[in-house]
């Protein structure tokens, strides 16, 4: 006997889908290696390695299109120099706030040993280094500490949970990122209402009392793609950050449509976001320290991503989730995340369905002032890419008064399997 919950959503009408493409900006780096070559060849930064030095390299834990050629390109760098390369995890509690767990991520990512020729440092130990203006202690990895310089390698990006000139990018690497569990929680307890100011406050301490050498910059388009690599030196990075967030800003993916009733996510995971779902894409954030200027009425999310590793932030910032997901969900390495974050509401359970038929049902059901049998709906893989979506067959009008959005297809059924659920994101997103 079906359940009285099932039976409620069974008549809701599901639309039609139409795959169309999103145009962005598509300039793109192919090959990163001769552009890190001639960035890391200013005197100013390669001047800073000498022969026998031991060198720090970070790699974070976000995803990053082209990763582990854009840390092996540093690391031979270095090299070639005559200094002697090893990379440490630079991801704050990332991968449960253990160094297995955070060296698992970078495996994840290709990035080993092997593949780079040179070791893995791997700790959550940490080393006070300064107090801030204001009192707070300092800290960063005790290997980078040791080490004879360190050299700060990450993307920037607009952050999801509070504005300011330095979001996510280098500053904050140093800050948090190298701060490992312990420097991310101090730099949390004071809530993200003062992360635009705690950010720099704390990187400035980091740059006066630590070795840094230089730091690479990372920015990608909204494909996903290297769209710039930029050298800076520890006097250009506060300067030039700000700059390169605006740049990043200006290209972040997005679903260039407006009023849509439901929205459908593929996949969450911390590869694509520190929220696991950006909400700069999905409208929602977990603090009010950061907004934007759309909403979308109910978000659904159907799973999490291989490569987050059970981390299911981001599930609790959407309305509905399947069963499927919940069974992979890691609670407790999210909810270290959580309470270093101090955020909870990212890692809260939404309403739990037991497949995406049910999940996407209850969405439609509950949407308020729409006319149900034309939703407004969208599909994406997950929000880092955004090039090619579904969009319910209602919307194509839109589509069609938009130049920079392209029709790939007819309308069709959602093509549900015997079990109620969509074939996996792979056959799409890839």
Not at 54 to 62: D, K
Request: aromatic residues 6%; glycine residues 8%; hydrophobic residues 40%.
């Amino acid at each position: 006997m079906k359940s009285a919950l099932y039976e409620v959503l069974s008549d809701v009408t599901m639309p039609k889908m139409v795959r169309v493409r999103q145009s962005f900006d598509n300039h793109e780096i192919k090959d990163p290696e001769p552009v890190i070559r001639e960035e890391l060849s200013r005197p100013a930064l390669a001047g800073t390695i000498r022969p026998g030095m031991s060198v720090a390299i970070t790699a974070g834990s976000r995803g990053i299109t082209n990763h582990r050629r854009i840390i092996k390109a540093v690391v031979d760098f270095v090299k070639e120099r005559g200094g002697n390369p090893f990379v440490i995890p630079a991801m704050g509690s990332h991968g449960g706030a253990t160094a297995e767990g955070q060296l698992e991520i970078l495996e994840g990512f290709g990035i080993t040993p092997d593949y780079l020729g040179c070791p893995i440092k791997a700790s959550m130990e940490t080393v006070k280094i300064g107090v801030s203006p204001e009192g707070h202690e300092i800290y960063i990895d005790r290997y980078a500490h040791s080490a004879d310089g360190i050299i700060v390698v990450n993307k920037i990006k607009p952050h999801t949970a509070f504005r300011g000139p330095y979001e996510s990018g280098l500053m904050k690497m140093m800050t948090i990122g190298l701060g490992k569990r312990q420097g991310a929680s101090t730099c949390h307890q004071s809530g993200f209402k003062n992360m635009g100011r705690l950010v720099p406050m704390f990187a400035n301490m980091i740059l006066k009392n630590c070795k840094i050498l230089f730091g690479l910059a990372i920015v990608e388009n909204a494909y996903s793609k290297t769209y710039m690599l930029k050298g800076l030196t520890p006097q250009e990075i506060p300067e030039e950050e700000p700059r390169l967030l605006n740049l990043a800003r200006s290209l972040m993916p997005k679903i260039l449509f407006d009023d849509i009733a439901v929205l459908i996510i593929d996949q969450i995971g911390k590869n694509f976001s520190g929220d696991g779902q950006d909400p700069n894409v999905s409208s929602r954030f977990a603090t009010p320290y950061a907004t934007g200027d759309f909403t979308i009425q109910k978000v659904c999310v159907l799973d999490i991503s291989e490569k987050s590793h059970g981390i299911m932030i981001g599930a609790g910032c959407a309305d509905t989730c399947t069963k499927r997901l919940v069974d992979k969900a890691n609670l407790e390495a999210s909810y270290i995340n959580a309470i270093t974050s101090t955020v909870f509401d990212c890692v809260r359970l939404p309403m739990i369905l037991k497949n995406d038929y049910y999940a996407i049902a209850a969405c439609i059901r509950t949407c308020n002032e729409v006319d149900r049998s034309r939703i407004r709906m969208v599909r994406i893989p997950n929000t880092l890419h955004v090039g090619e979506i579904y969009i319910s067959e209602s919307m194509l009008e839109d589509a069609r008064k938009n130049p920079d959005i392209e029709i790939l297809g007819s309308p069709e059924p959602m093509p549900f399997d015997p079990s109620g659920n969509l074939p996996d994101v792979g056959a799409w997103s890839a």
